[in-house]
């Protein structure tokens, strides 16, 4: 900070700073949001192994509700 007078303004760096802030805290949110969706399984990748090819057949019919109930979800058979 430079004090002129009875004010305060902030350095050349300050003023960067603050600049740089502006970007990044919303990114942080962003990243915060994505995290907790990752933890609540609400995001991510949903993998599925099966040797059985009516148990698949059986899948495909039941995977688009829940595609449809968890659309941030993928699902890998």
Known sequence: WRREG???SPTQAG??????????????????????QFAQGE??????GMECHPCYQWLLKIASRYL?????????V
Do not use: C, K
Request: glycine residues 2%.
């Open 15 to 36: 003023v960067y700073l603050l600049s740089v802030a502006h970007r990044l805290v919303p990114q942080f949110a962003h990243t915060e949001e994505r995290l907790r």
């Open 68 to 76: 449809d109930a968890w659309p941030a979800v993928d699902m890998d």
């Open 6 to 8: 009875r004010s305060l």
């Open 43 to 48: 995001r991510g990748t949903l993998r599925i």
